[in-house]
C-alpha cells in the first residue's frame, strides 16, 4: 500500500475531518481513506446503477439502426477465412 501525505490544510478541515471521524467512530486517517475512497471508487450500488443507465441509454439512442449481431459477424468473418483456405471464393 502506498502512503499519502497532505500538507497545508486548513486548521477548519482538519477541525471537521476529526468531528466527521469521531461520529463514524474511525480515526482521522481512516476516515480521510474512506472519504477518498467513496469519492473516487463509490459505494459499488451507485456505479452499477449508473453503468445500467449509461448501457440503457445507449441501447435507446442505437435502436433500429439494424446492425448484424456478433454471431452474424463472427460467422461471416470465419466463411470468409473458409473461403481463404480453401479458395472458394463465395462472392463470385
Known sequence: MA???????D????????????EHGRSAEAEHREILRFVLIGDGRLAREQAAERLAEFRRRTAGRG?????????????????KLTGRNKRA
Open 11 to 22: 486548521d477548519d478541515i482538519v477541525r471537521r475531518l476529526r468531528i466527521r471521524a469521531a
Open 67 to 83: 446492425s448484424p449481431s456478433a454471431a452474424e459477424l463472427l460467422g461471416a468473418t470465419r466463411a470468409g477465412r473458409m473461403a
Open 3 to 9: 502512503t499519502l501525505t497532505v500538507r497545508n490544510l
